[in-house]
């Protein structure tokens, strides 16, 4: 079965600093990962995805994450917070195997302080 | 524009109603599906599907009720049976197997 942690439900960064959010996944066949974001009262937006290939995935407004499959981890990063990326953070898992269902974790709500 | 759309925005309920919340695709994906949104739970699958005229059944599908007569569409009926209907709702669709969802804009369900 698979599933999807993500640690810390609130984070707060100064503008300009590094952010990270973490991600880890249990998956007994090779994932595919994603990290999306939501702004209030919208619907979710796709960051960036790991599928195959090249393990460090660089995303839209200046994100990436590593696939650590090791750590069974998917972290997200950015080096320099920007106001304009407060929102809520959700990593999610899925498998080409069986039904196409995913997995999505509890979302990281990001605060940039000024 | 490809995308999808959600409507209404916002729906408001009275006790022992069904309602029906609308989702249309036109990015010709053949995978649908719906997710309850509460705060601090992040998204729940209720209902997905895969192909036009079959769904399958999610992690909460009590209470609400689905069609997919259309490849376009995959409307959402929530139910009197439903206790605590008050939540976000958000629909997506996806090329199988696996890959990217694309969100739609969500509805905002209260019960009065």
């Known amino acids: 079965a698979q599933s999807v942690t993500q640690l810390g439900s609130h984070v707060s960064v100064s503008e300009g600093a590094l952010v990270l959010l973490r991600c880890n996944y249990s998956s007994s066949v090779p994932p595919y990962l994603f990290w999306y974001v939501q702004y209030p009262n919208q619907g979710l937006q796709l960051l960036l995805k790991?599928?195959?290939?090249?393990?460090l995935v660089k995303g839209i407004n200046g994100f990436e994450a590593e696939f650590k499959k090791s750590e069974t981890s998917f972290h997200l990063t950015k080096p320099s917070a920007h106001m304009s990326d407060a929102a809520e953070y959700f990593c999610a898992v899925s498998t080409i195997a069986g039904t196409y269902k995913y997995i999505f974790g509890t979302g990281t709500r990001l605060k940039v302080l000024a | 524009d490809g995308g999808i759309t959600q409507s209404p925005k916002y729906l408001f309920r009275k006790e022992g109603q069904n309602v029906t919340l609308s989702c249309e695709q036109n990015l010709n994906h053949d995978a649908m599906y719906w997710y309850r949104q509460d705060p601090g739970q992040g998204l729940r699958l209720i209902y997905y599907s895969q192909i036009v005229n079959d769904f399958q059944k999610g992690d909460i599908a009590e209470g609400y009720s689905v069609s997919r007569e259309k490849k376009e569409s995959f409307p959402l009926t929530v139910t009197s049976a439903q206790k605590n209907p008050t939540a976000f709702y958000l629909c997506a669709s996806s090329i199988p197997p696996a890959d990217t969802q694309y969100f739609g804009p969500g509805t905002r369900l209260t019960v009065l």
């Open positions: 790991y599928t195959t290939g090249a393990t």
